[in-house]
């Protein structure tokens, strides 16, 4: 099945900060979406985006699907962005149908 | 906004006892599913349903697992004989498409602790 890398594993920032997540399929997907897990847990969806870039605010992603990426953007960090980020894909047709999630990056934002 | 509501946020067990975790998914969705995730790991898919029938299972889903959409609003995860390992958050999505089109909107989850 699909293999979802995620880099980096932490990060720390401060306050105002811009960051840059990385999401890696080890092949092709159709559908690939952007969570946050907030520190109580919950899952929000940020982004549905098979390709190309969409911005929500201070949010951006990118997916270059012919190269199996997507990124997230984060600009002027806020301390309410703490929490894990996790990329998920799935190529619907394929061996398995299902979302498929990286390991997540945990992102800490200081005051 | 519509959201997906699961019940309840905590669940503790004995070894060997039956769980239900309960779901209601937005309206308007079609497509199901339930997800895991052990302490400080990934998200595992378990289940998705579609159109009152599993549509895809992962090895995790074995026997002790089912589903259910006993009514026209809720859905149900039922674990018949707990394990410790079974301990974990366990999320409830729906979208209203499926396919490449699918997009997941995530529960709060249950905290499901087998003692």
């Known amino acids: 099945g699909i293999q979802v890398e995620q880099s980096p594993p932490d990060l720390i920032l401060q306050e105002g900060a811009n960051s840059t997540l990385r999401c890696n399929f080890s092949d092709s997907v159709n559908n690939l979406q952007w969570f946050h897990q907030n520190p109580w847990g919950q899952l929000i969806n940020l982004f549905y985006?098979?390709?190309g870039t969409k911005q929500n605010g201070r949010l951006s992603a990118t997916t270059v699907a012919t190269e199996r990426y997507s990124l997230l953007y984060i600009s002027s960090s806020q301390t309410t962005d703490s929490g894990v980020y996790f990329c998920?894909?799935?190529?619907?047709?394929?061996?398995?149908?299902?979302?498929?999630f990286g390991k997540g990056t945990k992102l800490s934002v200081k005051p | 906004e519509p959201e997906v509501t699961q019940t309840p946020s905590h669940q503790v067990t004995q070894m060997g006892q039956e769980v239900i975790l309960r779901c209601v998914p937005i309206?308007?969705?079609?497509?199901f599913y339930w997800y895991r995730q052990i302490l400080g790991q990934k998200v595992e898919f378990l289940v998705s349903?579609?159109?009152?029938?599993?549509?895809?299972k992962s090895e995790i889903f074995d026997d002790q697992f089912s589903v259910e959409r006993p009514d026209g609003s809720n859905f149900t995860l039922k674990i018949r004989s707990t394990k410790l390992e079974d301990s974990a958050m366990y999320f409830c999505?729906?979208?209203?498409?499926?396919?490449?089109?699918?997009?997941?909107?995530f529960g709060s989850g249950t905290q499901l602790s087998v003692l």
């Open positions: 985006i098979p390709s």
């Open positions: 999505a729906s979208s209203e498409f499926g396919g490449t089109n699918e997009k997941l909107f």
């Open positions: 349903f579609y159109n009152n029938e599993i549509s895809e």
């Open positions: 998920a894909g799935k190529n619907y047709g394929g061996s398995q149908g299902n979302l498929i």
């Open positions: 309206s308007n969705h079609l497509y």
